[in-house]
């Protein structure tokens, strides 16, 4: 997410014309949450997060995508779930580099990258 | 969810100290998601849900627990998500037990009710 409040990333299942988790089959489904804690734990290790925020919401963007927020004591809308909160603040090319060189390693080459 | 403004139910796994989903063993994640669908599946059937919000948040309570909301494009928060939106409006007695009928079938019995 272009969003410099908060290390926040949106996992994309790479299926068509899926809205909701249940919709996917079991193997898939293994597969998602797998995934996502793969993800979760990076960004709590290696983003020092407090709390790892994940979410599933999709009222305006139907196609299934999970939120995953590195979240932190100290972020401007803690305690309260991000959206809606702060103007999003773009990164700038340098800051987006930095957390896609420290988002990437580890995650494995099942996962493809879109900024 | 003690909160008549939305079918919100918060599924709360049987396990102590664990605040994260990728803290679960990957037996506990894979039941995990089952459960959550199986949930998602019976809201969106039986409750007429337009979309499924699904959230682990723990912010404030940290217990890992997971947030399941049946979303109508009509319901007042749409199509925002539903934290911080609207004062909680508490169940009557009658209401909470129609609720709980309509949901209890088909759970199974891996699943404990408290409200």
Known sequence: MN???YPWF???PDRANITEI???DETEQKQLITESSLLSRILADRFNADKINIAALGNIVPQLHIHHIARYTTDAAWPA???GKLPARPYTDDEK???INRLQPGLGESFEYHC
Chains 1, 2 share one sequence.
């Open 3 to 5: 969003d410099a409040n």
């Open 22 to 24: 249940f919709q996917l």
């Open 97 to 99: 580099n930095q957390v």
């Open 10 to 12: 949106i996992l994309v």
């Open 81 to 83: 779930p991000v959206w």
